[in-house]
T-cell receptor, first 114, second 110 residues
């Protein structure tokens, strides 16, 4: 089985712009979660989608949003980018909903905000 | 509020030795405790996970010890090898997403 894929792998944006990241889960997996990884804050949960519905949301501002399509692929959008949004954005897929299940991570998208 | 505390931040172990990383949690609702390994430029990879109904789980050279009353769990890597050099994260969850520890940078010296 192919693993979790994320595109693009690297992205450079300037403050105030918006960005869309994409994640394709493992075939058959219906849950996609997004995480932000920074040196200072570590790995932090953004949100989870299951069957096109947002199930859970972490403690991030409304500038961070996402959606999931009928084929389970997911996109994450960040509007009005700030310097502090520079991070590695990881998506993880799971066959079951909720965090208490085996999650498989993709390689991440490295976002740099200038 | 850091709900999962991980220590040490960094660890150097000789080849063949035992690497031990500890985590403590606060939320008693957590019912799933995985450990992840991350190499530079890669996403975290699940190593081993445990649920609170058992006190120990072993998979190859990796063992999780779990102490529910103390709200602590640890990862033991036996016969540590240079290829084990990576960053290790403990995590905990119940219904929401994973809550991660800050990570331990492990170096295995040949």
């Amino acid at each position: 089985k192919a693993g979790v894929t994320q595109t693009p792998r690297y992205l450079i944006k300037t403050r105030g712009q918006q960005v869309t990241l994409s994640c394709s889960p493992i075939s058959g997996h219906r849950s996609v979660s997004w995480y932000q990884q920074t040196p200072g804050q570590g790995l932090q949960f953004l949100f989870e989608y299951f069957s096109e519905t947002q199930r859970n949301k972490g403690n991030f501002p409304g500038r961070f949003s996402g959606r999931q399509f009928s084929n389970s692929r997911s996109e994450m959008n960040v509007s009005t980018l700030e310097l502090g949004d520079s991070a590695l954005y990881l998506c993880a897929s799971s066959s079951l909903a909720g965090g208490a299940n085996e999650q498989f991570f993709g390689p991440g998208t490295r976002l740099t905000v200038l | 509020q850091q709900q999962v505390k991980q220590s040490p931040q960094s660890l150097i172990v000789q080849k063949g030795g035992i690497s031990i990383i500890n985590c403590a949690y606060e939320n008693t609702a957590f019912d799933y405790f995985p450990w992840y390994q991350q190499f530079p430029g890669k996403g975290p990879a699940l190593l081993i996970a445990i649920r609170p109904d058992v006190s120990e789980k072993k998979e190859g050279r990796f063992t999780i010890s779990f102490n529910k009353s103390a709200k602590q769990f640890s990862l033991h890597i036996m016969d540590s090898q240079p290829g084990d050099s990576a960053t290790y994260f403990c995590a905990a969850s119940w219904a929401d997403g994973l809550t991660f520890g800050k990570g331990t940078h492990l170096i295995i010296q040949p």
